[in-house]
């Protein structure tokens, strides 16, 4: 008898006994993902099926696998898969269906099930949809100076009572740049570090506090010779960590400090299932809830497997952890600007072909379309037949150098986007040996979108190059998405100076910075910052080629929109430190709308620099004066002409029935330089540049702001040059 007849005999007994919580019609299908879905279908039919064949791509858990017997099921060793789950109401508890949570963000869930709970979840009705925890990695290019020095020095905020954690490869918790002398005595005995949650040791991960941190300090120990003993072998998460949060003590002359040197740290040292990273990000912001401080969590990690719209459940479950005052994540954008994963073709009762070449011996394609269409996958193998697989259907072939399954909307259409997704998996595969691959209108028409869901495993020809590279979770709605520019070309280093000019001009858009927009058209990256090249902590326990290593051999070169990122984690840290309760929605508002345009960016937003490049100082300044809207509508300022030299000419809109308006003007550092009250009646205001107590301005960059009893305009930028 096939394996999964057992499996479904076995949810049916459950069903007998559990009729409350699950489906008297048994597995709806369509509630679990293509992915799960493949999985189960080369469980059934075989009689020892083994799930760590999955592994790295998506969470296995330890065991010798799954074994039937007759009229047994049986798992040896507990193998497990980590799944995400949506439900149709939240779910606070620490069982659902009588399965045990790992973690709820509200309506999203993190559990490791077996696949006998798979048929399960999907029989019940409470249940939206399944998506395995699969692997990101993090958004480092190869492995200078932008973190540090500058403006933000002269600041008045450094980050102080504001948390700023990160998820990623660990940190040095002994590099000075994260320590502090808080007895004045010469020595850095204390530690920025609240606490290190190492997920990748044990079942549950260890947890080290910040007694703990100091405790080894203060006995000389080195990182995994005392009680800590978490390492950053890999050293982005240190060095991600310095860009935001560094204060420059491990080489004070060089003066390599963080955006938020004053910021107290929580690191997650993560296996980089999406599963783990949601678990991440929830307990750096119930540490700082605890604390009674604002957070603000750093991802820079991504990958492309999910819709690339905002609905995945990986990226919901980050919307949901952002959901209150005080916290807000930022993640970068992706690291695949110069690389061809991305197709896209619209059809009207035509075809389109394309070609995937493989540089790996495995690689999924996942197709999306209008839910209401139906397009036929024609899949051709190096001089094999033809596969077509119609929607609705699912089909495989096997032969001696390859293997092929595709899962063309099986059970309908995805249920949290209401689009059908077909999903190509190509296996045992001779590298770069090209596939054609054609999708044609049997119905509907419409545009479809598809992407190799690993970046190293393969390329597209005949695609639409850069565009829609977004990885997730940067699709997410409710979270600061990241782009990069080059900031450094030259640096001094234990190899002698370097000179990356020519391939890295400053100002310009990295050329491996991932583009938007989202598949549903929003606009990502929100902002872009420095991402190559740029200095910052290096972990003692990783290497660093010498040309990228700092004569002080404390800190190195490194680029990515993994070093993006946190720049602007540390911006927000220093606009929390001047309101900690600001929403996410007020973060995002000041970070746009003060960004910096240039000759660079050209017009935006744009799918390459978003609003424009991050503006820290400008930021911290409308952070200042910057409150929430009250009823009514917004007024409205502009300049007539900016710059300015002599005089600057306002218009202005008020919402009817205003009896209140004063037009604001600051300095980047958040100081009032003038205000004046406006009559309602007025259209235009015109200021001769002196501050309000009569002295004329410098020329620089100021902000302005209109407030009224009710509401308040977006911050304008005002440029003097003299």
């Known amino acids: 008898m096939q394996k999964l007849t057992f499996i479904v005999l076995f949810c049916a007994v459950f069903v007998g006994l559990f009729g409350s919580i699950t489906s008297a019609d048994g597995p709806d299908m369509a509630r679990l993902s293509p992915a799960l879905r493949g999985i189960l279908a080369r469980a059934e039919g075989v009689d020892r099926f083994d799930l760590a064949v999955y592994a790295p791509a998506i969470q296995v858990f330890s065991g010798k696998g799954i074994i039937i017997y007759p009229r047994i099921l049986r798992e040896e060793r507990g193998e497990r898969i980590g799944v995400l789950v949506r439900t149709r109401r939240p779910v606070w508890g620490v069982r659902f269906l009588g399965l045990p949570v790992g973690l ?17 979840l999907a029989a019940s009705p409470d249940v939206i949809y399944v998506e395995p925890a699969w692997r990101t990695a993090p958004k480092r290019g190869v492995s200078v100076p932008a973190s540090g020095g500058g403006r933000a020095q002269s600041l008045p905020v450094r980050g102080k009572n504001v948390i700023i954690g990160a998820v990623d490869t660990g940190i040095d918790y002994t590099h000075l740049d994260f320590r502090y002398d808080a007895d004045n005595d010469g020595f850095e005995e204390s530690s920025r570090i609240l606490s290190i949650w190492d997920q990748t040791v044990g079942f549950f991960g260890t947890m080290y506090s910040n007694e703990d941190i100091e405790s080894d300090i203060a006995a000389g120990f080195g990182a995994g010779e005392g009680l800590v ?52 990000a929830s307990y750096i912001f119930d540490r700082a809830e605890e604390q009674g401080l604002p ?23 980050l919307d949901e952890l952002v959901g209150q005052p005080g916290r807000a994540i930022v993640v970068s954008a992706g690291n695949e600007g110069d690389k061809a994963i991305h197709v896209a073709q619209t059809l009207n009762g035509d075809s389109f072909t394309f070609y995937i070449v493989p540089s790996s ?71 770069f040996t090209p596939w054609e691959i054609t999708v044609s209108d049997a119905g509907g028409g419409g545009r479809f979108d598809g ?6 495993a393969g390329m597209i020809l005949g695609g639409d190059g850069p565009s829609l590279t977004i990885a997730e979770p940067g699709n997410a709605v409710q979270i600061i998405t990241v782009g990069s520019f080059n900031s450094t070309s030259r640096w001094p280093s234990l190899a002698g100076d370097q000179d990356f000019s020519e391939r890295f001009p400053v100002g310009e858009i990295s050329n491996f910075s991932s583009r938007g927009p989202t598949r549903d058209g929003r606009q990502k990256p929100e902002i872009a910052a420095p991402g190559a090249w740029i200095i910052s902590a290096l972990s003692a326990d990783s290497f660093a080629p010498l040309f990228l290593t700092h004569p002080a051999g404390v800190h190195s070169m490194n680029l990515g929109t993994s070093m993006a990122a946190p720049y602007v984690s540390g911006v927000i840290a220093l606009i929390f430190a001047v309101d900690p309760r600001l929403t996410k929605a007020e973060i995002r508002e000041i970070i746009t709308t003060t960004a910096t345009e240039d000759r660079f960016t050209g017009r935006v937003p744009n799918p390459y ?41 306002f218009t202005f809109t008020l919402p009817e029935g205003t009896e209140q308006a004063t037009l604001h ?17 007025q259209t235009s205001f015109e200021w001769d540049l002196r501050t309000w107590w009569g002295e004329p301005l410098g020329s620089g960059l100021y902000l302005y702001i209109l407030v009224t009893e009710d509401a308040k305009s977006a911050v304008g930028r005002l440029v003097i040059a003299r």
């Open 361 to 431: 011996g495995s690689l999924d394609l996942t197709m999306w379309y209008p839910g209401d269409s139906s397009f036929t996958m024609t899949v051709v193998p190096p001089g094999g037949s033809p596969l077509v697989v119609p929607t609705g259907t699912r089909k495989g072939a096997v032969a001696t150098n390859w293997s092929i399954s595709v899962d063309n909307a099986l059970h309908g259409a995805n249920p949290n986007n209401n689009d059908n997704e077909a999903r190509i998996m190509l296996r045992d595969l001779l590298v």
């Open 665 to 681: 003007v600051i300095n980047v550092a958040g100081a009032l330089m003038f205000e004046v009250d406006l009559e309602p009646a």
């Open 229 to 280: 003993r978490q390492r950053d072998t890999s050293g982005h998460g240190t060095h991600v960590m310095g860009i935001a949060a560094g204060d420059g003590s491990a080489a004070p002359a060089a003066g390599f400090v963080g955006v938020a040197p004053e910021a107290r740290i929580i690191m997650v040292k993560t296996t980089f299932f999406t599963s783990d990273i949601l678990a991440g």
């Open 295 to 317: 957070a603000v969590v750093n991802l820079s990690l991504g990958g492309h497997d999910g819709p690339h719209d905002g609905t995945s459940l990986f990226e919901r479950a």
């Open 104 to 120: 709820s963000t509200g309506t999203i869930l993190t559990m490791r099930v077996t696949l006998a709970d798979l048929l399960i």
């Open 609 to 649: 620099f978003g609003w424009g490049k991050v503006d820290r100082a400008a930021a911290v300044g409308a952070a200042y004066v910057y409150h929430i809207p009250g009823p009514g509508d917004r007024p409205t300022v502009i300049l007539v002409a900016n710059p300015v030299r002599d005089r600057a000419v």
């Open 451 to 456: 992407w190799i869901t690993r970046a190293d």
